[in-house]
């Protein structure tokens, strides 16, 4: 069974920085494309960054320059780091996995396995 459990969450000022984690386990498949979501009160939840088997990396054009997705392989964990954090990135963010990204990594739609998120919250 996957599992994926977010942390790192919280309340920061505009300009702060945060660092977002994934732990995961049960995912037994050679290759994934694993990446970090968000859905912000009344809005559709939509695709912020994603790292795949091959090392390739995409981000969403808002948050280029200021965000950086890695992950650690020994540890299966999964990191967000987040700088220059604007209001606008407040949101629920959610870690997310499935076999391969395709074209549409930003589909939220085609992953299957969901972390229950952790809420980042930034103040102007």
């Known amino acids: 069974q996957v599992q994926l459990v977010e942390s790192g969450g919280g309340s920061v000022q505009a300009g702060g920085s945060l660092r977002l984690s994934c732990a995961a386990s049960g995912y037994t498949y050679s290759t994934y494309c694993m990446g970090w979501f968000r859905q912000a009160p009344g809005k559709e939840r939509e695709g912020v960054a994603i790292i795949d088997s091959d090392g390739s990396i995409r981000y969403a054009d808002s948050v280029k320059g200021r965000f950086t997705i890695s992950k650690d392989n020994a540890k299966n964990t999964l990191y967000l780091q987040m700088n220059s954090l604007k209001p606008e990135d407040t949101a629920m963010y959610y870690c997310?996995?499935?076999?391969?990204?395709?074209?549409?990594?930003?589909?939220?739609?085609?992953?299957?396995?969901w972390g229950q998120g952790t809420q980042v919250t930034v103040s102007s």
């Open positions: 997310a996995v499935r076999r391969l990204c395709g074209g549409t990594w930003w589909a939220s739609r085609l992953y299957g396995y």
